[in-house]
């Protein structure tokens, strides 16, 4: 079996009725698509214009409650990946026009445009202080004093409640938070969703508690995209990854590798001749090119790189393109399959970000701070919830608790404590780093008067 593009670059969108996936309309009649907004174009509006994606101005790239204005936060993160992934899309969509692998009725750019919504919304799950957000998340609901509260779920549900996920929280955001609440969320295109999928398969994957794509609650609707696509299915609820899901990750690890080591010569963690040192070996040519400030310079270098390493991903996602579509891709990524020079520079800014930033006293301690100050805000919900709906009853202080939630997905008593818990990560999990700490704050009652 092998995949094929014009299943891979479908354009039918998906909605929920009475709990069953249909399609919204037939692909060529898609709400107002033109040669001028494409339904990759309406992806890319219905991605840009969510609550979700502007809580990304106050949420953690590298630098958690950073206060240098130049630092990055996920959305100017976001934003530089999607530019980055849609300028390899569309170099790719070019080789393949001129191959003959392109159908028919798409041009080079619908590649870019879908690998540009992927990127721009693949970090929309993003909990509050980043990766040590997704660990404080975990570890509150992994922590043996906090079984008794999940002690009646089913084992998908338990290690979907125990592994928040940031990937899987993307998707759900996508599919069934964001826009159309419950009923197909943004009703992104089959392939934008298929794109976004890094880790095609849920928390029952042997890999599935440390990364994965897809709860419990989103399954269904993967499925029913996975059949549109035509992606190969590699065991229950496991699917081969889409081809375009490869430029996504590698438009990610590029800008992360590169642009965030930016951040740390700004708040003089690292120096600009360190920078410089790490571009070497893809700059080398441009050596002599004089800026009128070194800073200047490292940005220049900098765009030097990224725009070399793009035309090498292209390139490489080009040669193992059969691989891609039957199934048979052995690589870890395309990166590590790129020439020498790329690989060689993206691992030495990983180092450098390893031993230079990521273990500085400023980020650790606000990384510690991360576990209490989530783990107050589960410390209160969670109970309350299951008070609710296990007990049958709830006391004062609980009742004020769940009243916290109103005005986002209220807990209903005839929820499951599956879903319950969800809605709890659905909102702890979509504050941004300030309302997170200001909550924290209030509820341990230091500050209540003011």
Not at 8 to 28: A, C, D, H, W, Y
Not at 201 to 230: C, M, S
Request: glycine share 6%; aromatic share 6%; proline share 4%.
């Amino acid at each position: 079996m092998q995949m094929n593009w014009k299943n891979l670059l479908s354009t039918q969108r998906f909605r929920t009725k009475n709990g069953e996936i249909i399609p919204t309309v037939t692909p060529s009649t898609q709400e107002g698509a033109d040669a001028l907004r494409t339904d990759f174009h309406i992806d890319y509006d219905r991605v840009v214009f969510s609550g979700a994606f502007r809580r990304l101005g106050r949420k953690t790239q590298v630098h958690p409650l950073a206060e240098h204005d130049l630092t990055h936060n996920r959305l100017t993160h976001s934003v530089e990946v999607a530019s980055v992934g849609r300028s390899i899309g569309n170099r790719v969509g070019v080789m393949l026009q001129a191959g003959g692998f392109l159908p028919e009725n798409n041009t080079p750019s619908d590649i870019g445009a879908v690998v540009q919504v992927a990127c721009l919304a693949h970090d929309l799950g993003n909990p509050p202080f980043g990766h040590t957000g997704e660990d404080a998340l975990r570890d509150w609901f992994r922590n043996p004093q906090n079984q008794p509260f999940l002690q009646t779920l089913n084992e998908a549900e338990r290690n979907d409640i125990q592994t928040y996920e940031g990937n899987a929280h993307s998707l759900r955001i996508t599919a069934s938070l964001e826009m159309y609440p419950d009923a197909g969320g943004m009703r992104l295109t089959s392939a934008a969703i298929g794109a976004l999928l890094k880790y095609p398969w849920t928390t029952q994957h042997p890999n599935g508690r440390k990364k994965f794509n897809i709860y419990q609650t989103e399954l269904p609707f993967i499925r029913r995209v996975a059949d549109e696509l035509g992606l190969i299915e590699s065991g229950t609820d496991c699917w081969i990854r889409h081809p375009l899901s490869y430029l996504m990750e590698a438009a990610d690890d590029i800008c992360y590798a590169l642009l965030d080591l930016e951040d740390a010569v700004e708040l003089d963690l690292l120096s600009d001749a360190e920078i410089e040192s790490v571009l070497s070996e893809l700059t080398f040519e441009e050596s002599t090119w004089h800026a009128q400030s070194s800073r200047q310079r490292c940005a220049m270098l900098r765009g030097i790189a990224i725009g070399k390493a793009i035309e090498d991903v292209a390139q490489t996602f080009m040669m193992h393109q059969s691989d891609l579509l039957n199934g048979n891709f052995k690589g870890k990524d395309l990166l590590a399959l790129c020439s020498p020079q790329v690989q060689n520079t993206l691992e030495k800014a990983k180092e450098l970000a390893r031993t230079r930033i990521f273990r500085h006293r400023t980020k650790l301690m606000t990384e510690i701070a991360t576990f209490p100050c989530l783990g107050s805000i589960l410390d209160l919900l969670v109970p309350a919830a299951y008070a609710m709906i296990a007990q049958k009853q709830v006391d004062v202080r609980q009742s004020l608790a769940l009243e916290l939630l109103k005005n986002h997905d209220p807990i209903q008593e005839t929820d499951s404590l599956y879903r319950a818990y969800m809605k709890i990560l659905d909102f702890v999990g979509g504050m941004t780093d300030n309302a997170a700490a200001k909550m924290a704050q209030d509820l341990s009652g230091v500050g209540i008067l003011r």
